[in-house]
């Protein structure tokens, strides 16, 4: 398998997990299922010719098969949302990762909708052009805060992964002019669990790093640092091939209430690593290199020359500046 075959995580290397671990609920490990078999059936054809307004990226790729969007919450019609949100649902119900418990108590068949926030997540989907079925999700989650706060505000609201690591991810990248409205929570880098290896299987993870990119190189200041939590192997080793400098923390301990319908994703032997990275000033370049290789337009000729390409570039421009100061434990 390609080094891009192992993007997305172990969760796009096995297939879904039929019982759910956790609880001896029946009754929630039939709606769990039933869950997971709902979101397998729906296409999503008609979303591109329903999406409002000029997507942040489009990624058409005839080669794949595939079609990529990226858009603010408000550019998705409500019933294609809360259908992504449900992908994002049934992904996570298939991996242990979210309370079956929790979702059977709810009666929750989507990931709870956006509230109303000052700036809008963006979610980029991407699709199979010949079913319409999703076959890979990433998104990058908003600040709660009212108002853009500086990183280094008492008063900042922190994001998921920093209250879950009990860290402050942000405090050393505050400058001025550089607010919390201008950084993003890198959220849920998924690829459908069914899906065979094929070829698709191998652009789906290129894809999803290609609409953010393009997302975040078009919105200009209004991206200025993602942070998150990814595992080592996964979601970092792909935002280091597009060029982000990323600072790791190592060594926290995350954990959620176990009333929280999520405590089961850090409950896992391999834990993610909450990371802090800001936009690197060349992603142009990496945009480039990815779009051409989709496109069919690139000289390279294999997906592994491409990760050497990217790689090589990272490795002779080096390191950029890191935070002015590290994150530090609450």
């Known amino acids: 398998m390609s080094a891009a075959g192992h993007a997305a995580g172990a969760a796009s290397r096995r297939s879904p997990a039929r019982e759910q671990a956790g609880t001896r609920d029946p ?6 299922r039933d869950i997971i078999r709902l979101h397998e059936r729906l296409s999503y054809r008609r979303l591109p010719t329903e999406f409002r307004g000029e997507p942040l990226s ?34 996570y119900l298939g991996l242990n990762w979210i309370s079956a418990d929790a979702v059977h108590r709810t009666a929750a068949f989507h990931e709870p909708l956006p509230h109303a926030h000052a700036v809008e997540n963006i979610h ?8 319409g079925k999703i076959r890979g999700y990433v998104g990058l989650a908003c600040s709660a805060d009212p108002e853009s706060l500086p990183l280094d505000s008492a008063c900042r609201t922190p994001f998921p992964t920093e209250a879950a690591h009990g860290i402050d991810l ?14 993003f929570e890198f959220k849920r880098f998924l690829r459908d669990q069914t899906m065979p290896r094929d070829e698709q299987y191998t652009r789906v993870p290129w894809h999803l790093m290609l609409g953010i990119g393009e997302a975040v ?57 909450p990371f802090v990275a800001p936009v690197p000033a060349d992603i142009p370049w990496y945009r480039d290199v990815i779009r051409s290789f989709l496109d069919g ?23 950029r500046p890191g935070p002015s100061r590290g994150g530090a434990h609450k």
């Open 27 to 32: 009754r929630a490990r039939r709606y769990a």
């Open 58 to 91: 489009l990624v058409e790729d005839p080669h794949g098969a595939l079609v990529t969007l990226t858009g603010r919450d408000s550019q998705f019609p409500s019933r294609y949302l809360k259908g992504i949100l449900g992908f994002r649902l049934a992904q």
């Open 124 to 131: 980029t989907v991407t699709l199979c052009a010949r079913s």
């Open 170 to 183: 942000l405090k050393g990248y505050a400058r001025p002019g550089l607010g919390s409205h201008q950084a």
């Open 217 to 273: 190189l078009g919105l200009g200041d209004g991206v200025r640092i993602v942070l998150g939590d990814a595992k080592e192997h996964v979601a970092l080793r792909h935002l280091r091939l597009v060029g982000f400098d990323l600072h790791v923390v190592e060594g926290t301990s995350p954990c959620l209430a176990a009333s929280d319908p999520m405590s089961p994703i850090y409950r896992q032997t391999v834990v993610a690593k």
């Open 297 to 319: 337009t690139s000289d390279l000729a294999s997906w592994q020359a491409v990760i050497t390409t990217l790689a090589a570039r990272k490795s002779h421009t080096g390191h």
